[in-house]
């Protein structure tokens, strides 16, 4: 098969593009025809070395793909070959076969594309996980998203405004205050332009917002804790901005606050039927129209490494895909 290769730490222009070994089903595997593949930020430290685990080289990145079932290992029963699904296969996505978890593969509804899959897992994943789960969000409440206009970030909007929330997104420039407002948020703001500690006072009457969704950290974070409501939740999502901030902790005494961290990989490990649960939930609200992933950027499996330099470089809203077939 086809795949794009990581065989040093380093960059995207580091990947090569080669015929290499098609993956093998082992016991409680499938191997799945990638179709399509998400691209996110975290393949970006992936390649580079920086992320929680390094895989053995040569890897090929690519957390999350849609595609159809070629082969199942021993042991597996929730999916059989020719199904159509979606997984989050940790690494190998930028290539035409992939092998994945069974337990993180799930079939496709009628209605849900490959391409819609391919971006699916990630980011709805973690954001439903870090909403629900972790910001235990109500109906009612103030959700404040950082970098709203990126993939989780959308997401964040989405489904915040799904379960009743009023939802503050903060964007990095103009250009993509519009697509955030496509996907319900009740107020934008360019926090390059205004403050984000004085802008979302004044939205809140001073009270602050209840739940906050953090893919950015560095200065984000700093405001966040001074723009958080009373018994509010700040979630730590990652850091996107480059900078991993440190909290005061009379900053959280003072407002009876909680920094919450969201690895949401590390719990589809511990919790599966949990995290298969949520999926069900996620994908029948897209097949109903519920949900709507938004793709912004395609390209095919030999320009991938240029999907990474467009995420990296921040000029995606929504999701960045590499269509393999």
Partial sequence: MKAMLCKAWGGPDDLVFEETADPKAGPGEVVIDVHACGVNFPDILLIGGKYQFKPDFPFSPGMEVGGVVAEIGQGVTDVAVGDRVMAACGDGGFAEKVSAPAKKTFKLPDGVSFEQAAGFPVTYGTTYHALKDRGQLKPGEVLLVHGASGGVG???????????????????????????????????????????RDTVKELTGGKGADVIYDPVG???????????????????????????????????????????GVFWGAWTERYPDRCREQFDTLLNWCAQGKLNPHVSMRFPLEKSPDALKALAARKATGKVIVNVR
């Avoid at 989405?158 to 503050?168: C, H, Q, R, Y």
């Avoid at 974070?221 to 901030?245: K, T």
Wanted: charged content about 20%; some cysteine.
């Fill in 154 to 196: 959308l997401n964040a909007v989405e489904l915040g405004k799904l379960m009743g929330a009023t939802v503050i997104g903060t964007v990095g420039s103009d250009e993509k205050m519009d697509i955030v407002r496509q996907y319900g948020a009740d107020h934008v703001f360019n926090y390059s332009k205004q403050s984000i």
């Fill in 218 to 260: 560095g200065d984000a974070f700093d405001e966040s804790l001074r723009c958080i409501n009373w018994d509010g939740r700040l979630l730590v999502i990652g850091f996107a901005s480059g900078r991993i901030p440190e909290a005061k902790a009379n900053l959280v005494l003072l407002k009876q606050c909680q920094i919450v």
